[in-house]
T-cell receptor, first 112, second 106 residues
Framework: SQTIHQWPATLVQPVGSPLSLECTVE??????LYWYRQAAGRGLQLLFY??????ISSEVPQNLSASRPQDRQFILSSKKLLLSDSGFYLC???????????FGPGTRLLVL | KNEVEQSPQNLTAQEGEFITINCSYS?????LHWLQQHPGGGIVSLFM???GKKKHGRLIATINIQEKHSSLHITASHPRDSAVYIC????????FGTGTSLTVIP
């Protein structure tokens, strides 16, 4: 069966510090991968998605970036965090663009 | 204006009640998803719909493409159904509603 992992579960970082969140999927190959952010009191926002290694599409301009160095690994990064980057970050995968997405447990990020 | 609107925003029900959560959208879509977010933050995908109706246990989801409207029904609600329910649509990108917070009281 397929599983999706995210780490860390919780992260507190100072403003201006770098960020690296990791997401890995097991039990499938060539998944579509997604990064979402849920800010406090707001809905989910799609940040990035990837249909293959090295292929990243950005949905919104921001100081975050994503990379997919391996088929089942998706990384969300920032060189300098902003206060507004605080939120709940979710990674998801699906076998194809229109199919049900499966979400990871999420990373709660607090930027102080 | 949000592309996806949900109602109600908050809902409190007694155990056993029949619950309906509504979702309206303003964009052309290829699919609509209903998601459940538990208090700890984890999200579970409940349904993906492109037409008609789907049923899974006590949960029923319907969609009317012409009216751009979907409903999520919970029959015989239980306290463990307490969660935030999120409607999401796939157009040229994903759009998400802000969620409906459901509390089921024993």
């Amino acid at each position: 069966s397929q599983t999706i992992h995210q780490w860390p579960a919780t992260l507190v970082q100072p403003v201006g510090s770098p960020l690296s969140l990791e997401c890995t999927v097991e039990g499938t190959s060539n998944p579509n991968l997604y990064w979402y952010r849920q800010a406090a009191g707001r809905g989910l926002q799609l940040l990035f998605y990837s249909v293959g290694i090295g292929q990243i599409s950005s949905e919104v301009p921001q100081n975050l970036s994503a990379s997919r160095p391996q088929d089942r690994q998706f990384i969300l990064s920032s060189k300098k965090l902003l206060l507004s980057d605080s939120g709940f970050y979710l990674c998801a995968w699906n076998p194809g663009g229109l199919e049900t997405q499966y979400f990871g447990p999420g990373t709660r990020l607090l930027v102080l | 204006k949000n592309e996806v609107e949900q109602s109600p925003q908050n809902l409190t029900a007694q155990e056993g009640e029949f619950i309906t959560i509504n979702c309206s959208y303003s964009v052309g879509i290829s699919a609509l998803h209903w998601l459940q977010q538990h208090p700890g933050g984890g999200i579970v995908s409940l349904f993906m719909l492109s037409s008609g109706k789907k049923k899974h246990g006590r949960l029923i989801a319907t969609i009317n493409i012409q009216e751009k409207h979907s409903s999520l029904h919970i029959t015989a609600s239980h306290p463990r159904d307490s969660a935030v329910y999120i409607c999401a649509v796939r157009s040229n990108q994903f759009y998400f509603g802000t969620g409906t917070s459901l509390t089921v009281i024993p």
